[in-house]
């Protein structure tokens, strides 16, 4: 094993101790309500998992997307209630691309999706940000946000207050926050608006985005896929464990092969984005994991029958993660597309080497 | 093997059926414009002053002889009332179960005097029945009851516990599968269908919240509640014979295979006039495969308003169980291509009514295939009796 391979599995190993310890369901649960689990991020934070991957001259903990990626995917496993995400791959990653420090905290992250959304004006040696940003994940309880905002020259990375904005909170399907966030001319220092560095473009950020959503999956898949084995070996209908019958046998094949699936894809495409643009990986592992999401999410209720789909049962943490996080930063139909399009418009002759060339 | 000597190119519904279908869309039109109902997909609502309008106009109990409260309309005629009701999505929790289940088993079963007292306050929308029998032991295994009753003077002394009781908490009875006998040689032998008052003296019902936070199913506890004789459902110790003769009807009705259709209808809207030549065939194959359903389950109703006039009734139970196999996929199918056409992140908290739509479909796309017995169990059904015929052959 090389000495990446032992601070990768270090670092799983202390993800798994802090969620198994401390993101119990009742955590999860009180999370639908609060939007969050402040106790547990201060752990998270102690541990400096949300900085891995940022370098440690700009406050980050140091490592690869790669390790931040196997990071996401236990945090995925446990449906852990944090902006794990937006922090280290999103915002963190754009403010030290720029050359700013990251800030203590949790952190979300946004970008400009059209034209018109945001106006960032200079106002003599000082900025103005006016506009609204729909559903941004994590807004409401996040220390700082940090916007791209796309300008005529060039685009910029903003850091703004969330206190200083008009929230108005929204959820997902598993309540997670997604907040629309207002800013009405709000005043920003010099030292908040920089230059987008190397590589913070839109594109990338919905990649990492998309990137980040399919690790979370590839987690709760996982998870889904330990319940349902569970439940198919200790539930007993017709004086057996229904494991025993074959229709749930084969259920439960289809279902492994899926998470297989989902890890392949995810994890392979957190290397790519390491090593270059990942453009092909992270459609291909949206595209794959969603499918599997709803594959597995479906097999999971199944084998669970009426008790999996009870708010006391934690069943439901995962599989509505899953639903969730499948029409986050673009669905199967959004990269089937855009894949789909890069592939015609490259034509035949390129379609061996575009599946090959890079790993 | 399947559908023998039904006449699909002759299936069109009489012209009575077809000018109900029409008062019962002017009346659903206007509930909807006025603001008295609201729809949700996903689970029936509960609505008793809707359910007692809907009694009101004589919907309820339909093809129930009159000296119990029907009007003795036609099988068909029902069909294009249920079908109706699924179109909008009306709130019809307080009365399905009477209509579709309870009544037509105290019509088989019930003692004149339980007719009498029972299917009347049915038929008017004023009797809500919840049924009890599901167990935390028995899920698809429905034998294996553990709930009891024990003969005492007058009548049964019963005590077990109930889940999965939906609506039991705004309900006035339901029917209990218990042990009347203690479980010796054939364990289907021994069972007994109670009618239990669920205000009585010992039954305690709590909440089990569905995983999206709705309240809609229940766990009864029953503590030595007494049941008086003369609510006995039937014969004593017939009741597992009682419960699976549910007929066909029951069990092939659009209610299997149109619990999301609003969010078809609300999809059209959706996507207008698309040029999206996907979008175009996908709604093309949601439609046919609809078509197709909708001529199953029409052929089974059209069998039985022929049976019932005729007294002589073919066996469509295998179809009726592909039907609801079908249709719970089909139901799921849409909500699939729902998300995947319209690409939105689905939200609880929507306003637009796709959009709220989307999100309850969501929610509840596990039910399907699991309440009324779960694909697994229908399909061991389906193969056990292909396979008899294929053999017998
Ligand atoms: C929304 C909802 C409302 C409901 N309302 C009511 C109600 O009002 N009253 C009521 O009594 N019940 C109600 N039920 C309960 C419902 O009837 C049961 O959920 C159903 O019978 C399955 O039982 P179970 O959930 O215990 O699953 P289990 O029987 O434990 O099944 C678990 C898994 O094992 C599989 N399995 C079991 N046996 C076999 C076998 N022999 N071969 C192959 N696979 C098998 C099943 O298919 C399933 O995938 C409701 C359920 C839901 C979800």
Redesign the interface.
């Known amino acids: 094993m090389s000495e990446d391979d032992d601070i990768r599995s270090l670092l799983v190993d202390t993800a798994q101790r802090i969620f198994r310890d401390h993101c119990s369901q009742r955590t999860v649960e009180a999370a639908k309500r609060d939007g969050w689990s402040p106790e547990l991020w201060e752990i998270v934070q102690q541990a400096q998992l949300p900085l891995v991957s940022i370098p440690e001259e700009k406050c980050g903990a140091g490592g690869s997307v790669s390790d931040l990626a196997a990071v996401l995917r236990v945090a995925g496993r446990h449906s852990a209630p944090l902006p794990l995400a937006e922090t280290g791959l999103l915002a963190a990653w754009m403010l030290a691309a720029s050359g700013l420090n990251v800030p203590p905290g949790p952190l979300a992250a946004a970008f400009q999706r059209t034209e018109g959304e945001l106006r960032l004006e200079p106002v003599a040696d000082s900025w103005r940000l006016s506009g609204e940003l729909k ?1 941004v994940p994590w807004a409401s309880i996040a220390s700082r946000l940090v916007v791209l905002v796309r300008g005529g020259d060039c685009d910029r990375v903003a850091t703004v207050d969330p206190g200083r904005c008009t929230i108005a909170r ?4 598993a ?1 997670e926050p ?1 907040d629309d966030v207002r800013f009405e001319r709000i005043a920003l220092r010099a030292d908040e608006v920089v230059h987008a560095g190397r590589g913070v473009t839109i594109e990338a950020f919905y990649r990492r985005g998309a990137l980040a959503r399919a690790l979370l999956m590839a987690g709760a898949l996982d998870r889904a896929l330990e319940r349902s084995i569970e439940h198919a070996r200790t539930r ?4 057996r464990a229904i494991g025993r ?1 074959q ?2 046998q084969q259920e439960i094949a289809r279902f492994g092969a899926e998470v297989a699936a989902a890890a392949a894809a995810a994890l392979s495409a957190a290397g790519e984005v390491e090593r270059g643009d990942g453009e092909l990986a992270v459609a291909c592992a949206k595209i794959r994991v969603g499918e599997a999401a ?1 594959t597995g ?2 097999i999971a ?2 084998i669970h ?2 008790i ?5 049962f934690a069943l ?1 943490h995962s599989t ?1 993660r899953l ?2 996080w ?3 930063y673009g ?4 990269w089937g597309e855009r894949l789909g399009q890069r592939i015609l418009d490259a034509g035949a002759e390129r379609l061996w080497p575009l599946l090959t060339d890079s790993a | 093997m399947l559908f023998d000597d039904v006449d699909f190119s002759a299936l069109t519904l009489p012209a009575e059926a077809q000018a109900l279908r029409r008062e019962v869309r002017t009346f659903l039109a206007a509930e909807l414009a006025s603001g008295r109902i609201v729809p949700h997909l996903g689970h029936a609502q509960f609505d008793r002053e809707f359910s007692r309008r809907v009694g009101a106009r004589g919907w309820i109990g339909m093809t129930w002889p009159r000296q119990f409260g029907g009007a003795e309309r036609s099988y068909l005629e029902r069909f294009v009332v249920t079908e109706e009701m699924l179109a909008v999505s009306a709130p019809c929790a307080a009365h399905w179960f009477g209509d579709r289940q309870t009544g037509p088993s105290l019509l088989r079963h019930g003692s004149e005097a339980q007719k009498r007292r029972f299917l009347p306050a049915i038929a008017r929308g004023e009797s809500p029945f919840a049924l009890g029998m599901s167990e935390p032991g028995n899920g698809s295994d429905l034998a294996s009851v553990r709930t009891r009753a024990v003969k005492v003077d007058g009548g049964w002394r019963v005590s077990g516990q109930k889940v999965w009781t939906s609506w039991a908490h705004l309900a006035e009875h339901f029917f209990c599968l218990c042990r009347t006998s203690p479980e010796e040689g054939d364990r289907h032998l021994g069972l007994s269908q109670l009618i239990v008052d669920l205000h009585a003296t010992g039954v305690t019902v709590r909440p089990i919240r569905f995983m999206s936070g709705a309240h809609h199913f229940n766990e009864v506890f029953l503590d030595e509640v007494f049941v008086p004789d003369d609510m006995v459902l039937g014969e004593v110790g017939a009741g597992w014979r009682q419960v699976t003769s549910e007929l066909a009807l029951e069990r092939s009705g659009p209610e299997r295979f149109m619990t999301t259709f609003p969010l078809l209808i609300e999809l059209v809207r959706r996507l207008g006039g698309t040029a999206d030549r996907r979008a175009r065939q996908v709604v093309g194959q949601l439609t046919a495969r609809f078509h197709a359903l909708r001529r199953m389950s029409l052929a089974i109703a059209f069998e039985f308003t022929r049976g019932a006039s005729q007294r002589t009734m073919r066996d469509l139970g295998t179809e009726a169980s592909l039907v609801k196999d079908l249709g719970t996929f089909y139901e799921r199918d849409i909500t699939e291509a729902a998300r995947l056409l319209v690409d939105i992140e689905p939200r609880p908290d929507a306003e637009d009514t796709f959009e709220r739509y989307l999100a309850e479909c969501i929610y509840t796309t596990p039910v399907g295939t699991i309440r009324g017995g779960t694909t697994q169990v229908l399909r061991t059904i389906i193969a056990r009796k292909l396979l008899g015929a294929a053999g017998s052959a």
């Open positions: 559903r929204g959820v997902n399907l309540w997604r007993v209908q017709f004086g019958f229709a749930i709803a999410s479906a209720h199944q029958a009426a999996g789909v009870t708010e006391e439901h509505l639903q969730a499948r029409s986050e669905s199967e139909t959004y």
